[in-house]
Structures are given as structure tokens and as C-alpha cells.
């Protein structure tokens, strides 16, 4: 009985997926995209123990490490789940509206300097961050070591690891100015080759998540201000994104030389059975379900608003409020909660904050919040009547992009999206144009 309950709300979510593609006749929208990897980080790692050791998404982590088992606590997760996606569509939904008028783009003022002063940042900020981990890099790959192993232990600054982030940023509010005027041959070609290099550094490194960012962050300018990609072609850019994340997956556990005397394992990362380990069968899937699914099934004290509190205290600097506390134990809670081994890294499930914080209550606000700030977002980059700013098309892309790690991180990952993927898009497409602006006219 309570297997059918799992299967038929599945299918219900995937059915309401395929609606809102036929209704919207849009792929590229919040309505489409969240629910996509909800269910990959949310939904997918329980069929493993309800297909027991058979299923091929069963790994020894379900029952052997975690202790999951297929009773009444798997399907309580699953309902709390639901809630959250439910009020998410709630929120989204609530007043939304598509516009049907043609959209036109505001002007930036001076759009020459603000291409330049963009290009200067983005060689500067990648410069940095390459030539300063360009020696680590070169050395663990001549001795024969993984990259992305020795990579994960080194003592790169704060600052440095910034870099990375603000370069891909970069890159997506560049494609916004550049696809909004096709004009500069020059430019275009500065930004391919950004986005081949930003590319081959994720792959040195095994970093999937920010190349992820970048790649469907420019999907979505493309298609927002180029052509508008039909379903076939988005699924053929999809099979892309999966084969470059598939061959990271793999790369990154190995060196350059094994792969070199085994060519061998370059096909198996495109094989169906590498492809379907990269979307359903990888650790992060399983890891950022088991937050929500202790959290549900445990007794503990509620946190009542105190990781929100931490997150607005952190963006006081420590010499106006200098008592601010310095980080919100996530970690001591979730290994209390679920009686796990210190010493690991867990991740945390967004909606698990909303429940830590608030129980059913905070999960009801949080998906209400959530898909309003979606649907705010999405209509200013894509349907407001008004004149849309390339700024709104800039923050909408990098946040679809962003998705897959907002299901992995509580609500102290804000903080790094306001930082790391708004101040780029800010600066340059709404601080300098008013700055230049104000000096055009006192002149």
C-alpha cells in the first residue's frame, strides 16, 4: 500500500512536469527545471530501498551504513517531501502570468565599457585562480596522483576558492550583454574561449557543481535572448551536460596517465549504465535525502529561526558587530539527530532546514517562500511587460543553474548565491551604468 503511494505521487510529479511544458509551452522556466532535480535529489535515492538489492540504484550505503530500511519512517520523508513541492508550486503559481506582448530589452548605457571592463575582471579573476593552483595542479598530475583527491586537501585560501565562483559568474553575465547584441565577433569568441577554459579547470579539478552553474546558466541566456530552444534540442543539450559530468565523475577518481593505458574507461563514462550512475546512483543523491529523512524520523528540539538569524548576522562585517557568531553547527545537529560517525561531511537538504527550524510549519513557508521568489525573478528576466534589464536575465540564469546545489544546502547557501552569483550581474549591469550615466550627465 504504502509502495503504491510512492509510485503514484512519482508519477504524479513527472506527470505535472509534462503539463507544465504543454501549458507554458516553455522548458526553461523554474516551474520546470526545480521539480527536474528535486526529484533526482529528493525522490530517486529511496527506490533503492524499495527496489531492495536487486534495484540498480540499491548501493550498500542504504542499509549498511544508514540503516534505511523500507518501513512506514521511508514514506513519512517522502509525504514531507511532497508538502514542500506542493506549496512550492503554490507560491510559483499564485499570481503568475504569462505575458503574450513582445519583450524588449532596456539598453546598458555605454555598452563598449562595460563589455571592456568585464573582459579586464575576467582575465584578471581567472588569472588568479589559475596561475595560483597552476603549480599544485601540474605537480599532482605529473606524479601520477588524482587531481581532484590531492586537490580536495589542499589549503587553498578562502579568497582563491572565491575566485572560481565569480569567474563562472562572470562568464554567464558576459553571455547576457553578448547574446543581447551578436555584433562583436571578437567578444564572442573571448567568450568561447572562457567557457572552454572554465571547462577544462572543472575537469582538472572534479568540480561539477560550478561547471554546471556556468553550462545551464548559458543555455538559459541563449535561450531567453537568442532562439528559444525547442524540447529536442534542450534534451540533445541535456545528453551534452550528462557526458561531460559523466566523464568528470570518473576522471576525477583517476590520473591523466591511467587513462592513457586504459583508453577503455573514456567509453565506459558514456555507456548507459555511466550515464544513469551520474543522474541517479551517485552519493550526493542519496547523502542530501538522508538529512530530511532523519530529521523526519527523530526526535530533537527545534531550532526555531536560529540558522535564519546566522545568516542575516553574516552579512554584518565582524568590526561593526564583532560578537557575531562565527558559523551555525549544522553538522552537530544532523550527526546528533541521526547518531552518525563524526569525522564526515554530510550535506544538508534544503527543505531539512525549513523542518529543523520550524517542523511542518517551516516546510509549508518554506516552499510559499521559495516559489515566490521564483516566480518574482522568473517573470522580472522573462515576462514583465515592462522593459526587462539584462540584469533580471542575468540572476535568472545563474540561479537555474544554481538549482542542483540549493537541494544540497540549507539556507546559509543564500548567503554564497548572493555573493558569488548577484554581485557579478549587479555591479556590471546595474552599478557602472548608473555610474556612467551620472558622469555623462555632469559633463
Not at 385 to 405: D, E, H, M, S, T
Request: glycine fraction near 6%.
Amino acid at each position: 500500500m504504502l509502495e503504491a503511494f510512492y509510485y503514484i505521487t512519482f508519477g504524479i510529479v513527472i506527470t505535472v512536469v509534462v503539463m507544465t511544458i504543454t501549458k507554458l509551452k516553455n522548458v526553461i522556466t523554474f516551474a520546470v527545471l526545480f521539480p527536474i532535480f528535486y526529484i533526482m535529489y529528493s525522490f530517486i535515492a529511496p527506490l533503492g530501498v524499495i527496489g531492495g538489492a536487486d534495484s540498480a540504484l540499491y548501493t550498500p550505503l542504504h542499509e549498511e551504513v544508514f540503516h534505511l530500511r523500507n518501513d512506514d519512517s521511508l514514506y513519512i520523508t517522502h509525504a514531507v517531501l511532497l508538502l514542500f513541492l506542493i506549496f512550492l508550486y503554490i507560491g510559483f503559481f499564485w499570481r503568475f502570468r504569462v505575458y503574450k506582448s513582445k519583450m524588449t530589452i532596456n539598453d546598458i548605457a555605454k555598452r563598449d565599457i562595460i563589455s571592456v571592463l568585464l573582459v579586464v575582471f575576467m582575465v584578471s579573476i581567472s588569472s588568479t585562480y589559475i596561475l595560483y593552483n597552476f603549480q599544485f595542479i601540474y605537480t599532482s598530475m605529473l606524479s601520477g596522483s588524482s587531481v581532484y583527491k590531492a586537490y580536495s586537501f589542499h589549503n587553498t585560501p578562502s579568497i582563491v576558492k572565491a575566485t572560481y565562483s565569480l569567474w563562472g559568474s562572470s562568464i554567464v553575465t558576459f553571455s547576457v550583454i553578448i547574446f543581447s547584441d551578436m555584433k562583436s565577433r571578437f567578444m564572442l569568441n573571448f567568450l568561447i574561449i572562457n567557457i572552454l577554459l572554465y571547462s577544462v579547470i572543472s575537469l582538472i579539478i572534479g568540480d561539477r557543481g560550478q561547471l554546471i552553474v556556468v553550462l545551464l546558466g548559458l543555455l538559459v541566456s541563449y535561450s531567453i535572448l537568442v532562439y528559444r530552444l525547442k524540447l529536442f534540442k534542450l534534451m540533445l543539450s541535456a545528453l551534452a551536460f550528462i557526458g561531460i559530468l559523466s566523464f568528470i565523475r570518473i576522471f576525477r577518481g583517476i590520473n591523466i596517465l591511467e587513462i592513457v593505458k586504459n583508453p577503455e574507461i573514456i567509453t565506459s563514462v558514456f555507456s548507459l549504465q555511466g550515464i544513469f550512475n551520474t543522474l541517479f546512483a551517485s552519493g550526493e543523491n542519496i547523502a542530501a535525502y538522508l538529512s530530511i529523512y532523519f530529521f523526519t524520523n527523530n526526535q530533537f528540539d527545534y531550532a526555531y529561526g536560529e540558522s535564519f538569524v546566522y545568516l542575516l548576522l553574516s552579512f554584518i562585517p565582524r568590526f561593526i558587530l564583532s560578537d557575531r557568531p562565527s558559523d551555525f553547527s549544522y553538522h552537530e545537529i544532523y550527526v546528533n539527530v541521526a547518531n552518525l560517525p563524526e569525522g564526515r561531511g554530510y550535506t544538508l537538504h534544503q527543505v531539512s532546514d525549513w523542518y529543523l527550524n520550524f517542523g511542518l510549519i517551516g516546510v509549508v513557508v518554506g516552499g510559499l517562500f521559495l516559489g515566490w521568489v521564483m516566480r518574482k525573478i522568473e517573470q522580472g528576466a522573462t515576462t514583465d511587460r515592462k522593459r526587462v534589464n539584462l540584469v533580471n536575465i542575468a540572476i535568472f540564469a545563474l540561479l537555474c543553474g544554481w538549482l542542483p546545489q540549493l537541494m544540497r544546502t540549507g539556507v546559509e547557501g543564500y548567503k554564497a548565491f548572493i555573493y558569488e552569483y548577484t554581485l557579478v550581474p549587479f555591479i556590471f549591469l546595474v552599478f557602472i551604468p548608473k555610474i556612467l550615466k551620472i558622469f555623462a550627465k555632469s559633463r
